[in-house]
């Protein structure tokens, strides 16, 4: 699975858009990009994932470049809730293939 | 909302005992992990299952062992509980086509 690279911690004004951003620039054609995050004691949390194409759910937004070497997780209004660690991952869609959470980004939503 | 739950939180428990850790979950997904997670570490991958009665090693099989007798359920064994074996650790699900993983709570295992 390719590397990804993120910042180790971003603050973030509550109401406001957090956009979270990830370098993965030795992706694959065929590795998909996922983002979870983990909530102090809690099990990490599935957010959205994509191939090529921007994706949007109920939680958030997934925007990657065209070139697909990076991307970046938009929470359009993050609230206090939203304060977690947020783990980009890349990795082929495969039943086989285990996530491998890095270190992640830090997220302080602050009030 | 697919639901991943755990048998415990918190354990305790003391060094050579048997440690079952119980996970279910409610959506009919085929695929079962274990995970464990330590600081500085991440989450490594212990063993997953993508059928009843079948399982796969994964990057940490050593001291454990697993049982899908259902589909719903995937139990952890610790056969002979170590101090190396504190952690937290972490049950997923997932089904096709996107093979996203949901995750339980987590269970704190204490060996003492």
């Known amino acids: 699975d390719a590397k990804t690279t993120q910042p180790t911690s971003m603050d973030c004004a509550e109401g406001r858009a957090a956009n979270l951003p990830c370098n993965h620039s030795?992706?694959?054609?065929?590795?998909?990009v996922y983002w979870y995050r983990q909530i102090h004691s809690q099990g990490p949390q599935y957010i959205i994932h994509?191939?090529?194409n921007n994706e949007t759910n109920e939680m958030a937004s997934l925007i990657i470049t065209e070139d697909r070497k990076s991307s970046t997780l938009i929470l359009p209004h993050a609230t206090l809730r939203d304060t977690a660690v947020y783990y980009c991952i890349v990795r082929v869609d495969n039943y086989g293939q285990n996530f491998v959470f890095g270190p992640g980004t830090r997220l302080s939503v602050l009030p | 909302d697919v639901k991943v739950t755990q048998s415990s939180r918190y354990l305790v428990k003391r060094t050579g005992e048997k440690v079952f850790l119980e996970c279910v979950q409610d959506?009919?997904?085929?695929?079962m992990f274990w995970y464990r997670q330590d600081p500085g570490l991440g989450l490594r991958l212990i063993y997953f299952s993508y059928d009843v009665k079948m399982k796969e090693k994964g990057d940490i099989p050593e001291g454990y062992s697993v049982s899908r007798e259902k589909k719903e359920r995937f139990s952890l064994i610790l056969e002979s509980a170590s101090t190396n074996q504190t952690s937290m650790y972490l049950c997923a699900s997932s089904y096709p086509p996107g093979y996203e993983q949901y995750f339980g709570p987590g269970t704190r295992l204490t060996v003492t």
């Open positions: 994509g191939l090529k």
């Open positions: 959506m009919d997904h085929e695929n």
């Open positions: 030795t992706i694959s054609g065929n590795e998909y």
